[in-house]
């Protein structure tokens, strides 16, 4: 086994080796009581066609409105106007795309199973079909940005190196995901549930980063997902307005938006869910 990666780092892990033999080397060594029955598990779980593993775009309600209008999703280096200026890639956007060799043809997004994305984004999470992603995709195995930070900053970040945090989403998004799970996991008590599979693929602002090659329009979005949270602020709002009390102008503003949206999407045919993390009810199989 070729050592890129200095003593530290999980020579299983950062490895040169294809992902799947990652999988295959990392439950040889970690023989527990249900690692094996949960490396099936969660290997079902997000191959499953109707439910499994997608690229998920989350952006916010001022966004969505610019997509639906527009008929197309726009990075920064469309410079797309937001707040009534263009807007434009931070330096350290810019700084991060030149060393992962990306630039304005990216879109980028995240590897999910269910839930509503990285919603540090924006609300609303865009799930790309996936005949619209496949063979315009690749793969980082962690937030591109994180090589601005500790280890990575101090290590020089050769070809090989890189090419170890890197997949194809044709044929390694499974095999990094089942071993971002399994890494996750405690094997001595029981098998996993579809449920803990998809809140360790995507938690918080961790997550496999998809790139994107080119754009999309609406019609290539199977679904827009939304969180709990922001359907109780919109009540809570409207319950407020009804009320007779006065709402701030940004707060006017978004419900707006979000009545524009909603008409929006039942114009394109999206179909539009409230979702929460689901268990083994939902996907098992």
């Not at 997949?167 to 890494?183: E, F, I, P, Q």
């Not at 969180?227 to 940004?250: F, K």
């Not at 503003?253 to 949206?261: F, K, M, P, S, V």
Request: with cysteine.
């Amino acid at each position: 086994m070729v050592k890129l990666y200095p003593a530290g780092f999980d020579q299983t892990y950062f490895s040169a080796d294809d992902w799947s033999d990652r999988v295959d080397r990392w439950i040889a060594k970690h023989r527990a009581g249900f690692s094996g029955g949960n490396a099936k598990v969660v290997r079902d779980v997000l191959r499953d066609l109707e439910t499994g593993l997608r690229m998920v775009v989350n952006i916010t309600a001022f966004s969505l409105h610019i997509v639906l209008r527009d008929n197309a999703y726009k990075n920064l280096y469309d410079r797309p106007a937001i707040g009534g200026r263009p807007r434009e890639p931070s330096p350290m956007r810019k700084r991060v795309d030149d060393a992962l060799g990306l630039g304005p043809r990216t879109y980028f997004g995240a590897a999910a199973l269910g839930g509503a994305g990285v919603r540090y984004y924006g609300e609303y999470c865009l799930v790309l079909s996936l005949d619209q992603v496949e063979g315009r995709a690749r793969l980082l195995d962690r937030d591109s940005f994180d090589i601005e930070l500790e280890p990575f900053r101090s290590l020089p970040l050769t070809e090989d190196r890189l090419r170890a945090l890197r997949g194809d989403w044709d044929t390694d998004r499974v095999d990094m995901a089942v071993l971002r799970v399994l890494l996750e996991l405690g094997h001595d008590l029981r098998l996993v549930t579809s449920g803990t599979v998809s809140d360790t693929v995507l938690r918080d602002q961790e997550f496999i980063e998809v790139h994107l090659d080119g754009s999309f329009a609406p019609r290539s979005v199977e679904e827009v997902r939304e969180s709990p949270d922001e359907t109780a602020i919109e009540t809570s709002l409207r319950n407020c307005r009804d009320r007779g009390t006065p709402l701030d102008q940004v707060d006017q503003e978004w419900l707006q938006r979000r009545d524009w949206i909603g008409d929006q999407l039942a114009r394109y045919g999206l179909r539009h869910r409230i979702v929460t993390l689901h268990g083994r009810g939902y996907q098992w199989k």
